[in-house]
């Protein structure tokens, strides 16, 4: 079980930290790099060569502004890749979003929220518990975990205005 993270900055890492937690949380391998599609892009081809062949199931890239890293890596990949838009410049994520959004057909990018690594980070388990059992279980126990603690907190509203 392995996924490959790429951030185009290093100012990234504080936003894509939730997703490798929550990848190793759940015995997943994870592959961490700061690779720009605009200023690294040979490092990043051999890299995404490498995740071809090296197990790799998807692959998460987190980008700002332009925003071009996530295009950059489904054009040279099958793999699934998931686009998180990242907040920092003037159009706070919004210029990444429709970037990473509006791909061309036959190379798509799964895009999730601005900064949303956290469900990046869900969606490559989703993907991998296609494949992998333990992954879809722990899933499955985890959403159970969730129901249970909204319906305490609902519980807890319906008490506090008896």
């Keep these: 079980m392995r996924t490959a993270i790429i ?7 504080a936003k894509v930290e939730p997703a490798v937690k929550i990848l190793k949380d759940y015995g997943v391998t994870v592959d961490v ?4 599609a605009h ?3 040979l490092g990043l081809s051999t890299f995404i060569e490498e995740a071809n062949n090296n197990g790799t199931e998807v692959i998460i890239t987190a ?4 925003a071009a890293l996530p295009g950059v890596v489904a054009s040279q990949t099958v793999l699934p890749v998931i686009g998180v838009p990242l907040s920092g410049s003037v159009l706070d994520g919004m210029d990444a979003l429709m970037s990473i959004v509006q791909m061309p ?3 798509p990018v799964a895009t999730v929220a601005i900064n949303g690594s956290k469900n990046a980070a869900y969606l490559a388990l989703q993907i991998m518990a296609n494949k992998h059992s333990e992954i ?8 159970v975990d969730m129901e249970k603690a909204a319906m305490e907190a609902n519980a807890s509203v ?4 008896k």
């Design 158 to 161: 319906i008490e506090q205005f």
């Design 33 to 36: 790099r700061c690779l720009s």
């Design 105 to 107: 057909s036959g190379i």
């Design 7 to 13: 951030m185009g900055s290093t100012s990234d890492l």
């Design 63 to 66: 980008a700002g502004m332009a």
């Design 136 to 143: 879809k279980e722990k899933l499955l126990a985890e959403r």
């Design 39 to 41: 200023r690294a892009h």
